[in-house]
């Protein structure tokens, strides 16, 4: 739109310096014409006197005449050069505001298409993430803790809803106790997801589907060996934290997708001041409603 605009206004400037130069022309032309006149005069008057005989006389006034006439032809050819010119530079700049329009134009188009394809492309991908399934990890631990010395053994439950709109296929979900987790762990996730899929693959556990709206339930009991070199005695004991990690496909590819969210677990504050007191080794146990489960973060979600 801009660039038309610009060519148009251009056009016209050329349109109005061309019809300007022409009239700038008749005006020069009409002076010349009376000016060449004026001067032929002059000039038979000085060199065309009396005392010629009247075919001499009228020799000298055709002299004169024809000077004036080829000094007037002489300053139209020049003008008429100039024109020209001036027409064939009109001309190149037209055909250049032209050029530099029609490329300014393709680049207008081919940016419009490169923008309706990227539009296209996220309502794609827009629809994938709206008709995918997701994945949801729960956890509780309603057998509490078991009586075991230098471990904990946890008696969990975790539960997996899809609330996506479409099935989650080849899923399979464990769950995996931590001494303690860090950020600087992430590729430990990286390594349960993989052993999972191994899972699935080789046909060590069988996989199952979880439709949307549905919630898959697995009982585990999990032990955590404590390592005691690396208890921090200030802290008083031992803050387990739980892994759930789900990998499944879905009908629209071939890829794993995985879910993993993290989960600490505490003894419940008797004082409700904190949000829990750490794990002391004493081979005590238990009960579920003695523990606090806090969802810390989705480590992954893909």
């Known amino acids: 739109m801009i660039f038309g605009t610009l060519a148009v206004l ?12 022409l009239t700038e022309q008749r005006v020069r032309y009409d002076e010349s014409t009376r000016r060449y006149a004026e001067q032929a005069v002059n000039r038979i008057e000085e060199r065309c006197g009396f005392g010629l005989t009247p075919t001499a006389l009228r020799g000298c006034i055709f002299r004169e005449v024809e000077s004036a006439e080829d000094q007037k032809r002489s300053e139209r050819d020049l003008d008429a050069q100039e024109s020209v010119a001036r027409s064939t530079r009109a001309m190149m700049l037209t055909a250049f505001v032209g050029l530099f329009a029609g490329i300014a ?3 207008l188009i081919w940016a419009t298409l490169l923008e309706t394809r990227r539009m296209a492309g996220d309502a794609r991908e827009i629809g994938y993430m709206q008709n995918r399934p997701w994945l949801v990890s729960g956890l509780d631990i309603p057998g509490g803790l078991l009586s075991s010395k ?8 975790l539960g997996i809803t ?5 099935t989650a296929m080849n899923m399979l979900a464990d769950v ?17 997801r993989d052993s999972l899929i191994n899972r699935n ?16 339930y ?6 955590l060996l404590i390592d005691k070199s690396l208890l921090i005695p200030f802290l008083g004991g031992v803050f387990p934290v739980a892994c759930v990690i789900s990998v499944y496909k879905i009908p629209t590819d071939k890829e794993w997708h995985c879910t993993a969210t993290i989960f600490d677990i505490f003894i419940r504050d008797r004082n409700k001041g904190a949000l829990g007191d750490p794990f002391p080794v004493d081979g005590k146990s238990l009960s579920g409603d003695n523990l606090k489960l806090v969802m810390r ?6």
């Open 105 to 107: 134009s393709v680049g």
């Open 10 to 21: 251009i056009l016209s400037w050329l349109v109005w310096d061309y019809s300007a130069t």
């Open 150 to 157: 230098d471990s904990l053994p946890f008696v969990m439950k």
């Open 176 to 192: 995996f106790l931590f001494q303690n987790f860090d950020h600087n762990d992430e590729a430990k996730l990286e390594n349960l």
């Open 297 to 302: 973060r989705h480590a992954i979600g893909t």
């Open 218 to 223: 697995k009982d585990r009991a999990e032990s």
């Open 201 to 216: 693959e080789t046909k060590h556990e069988r996989p199952g589907s979880v439709f949307p709206k549905e919630t898959f």
């Open 162 to 166: 899809n609330i996506g709109n479409s």
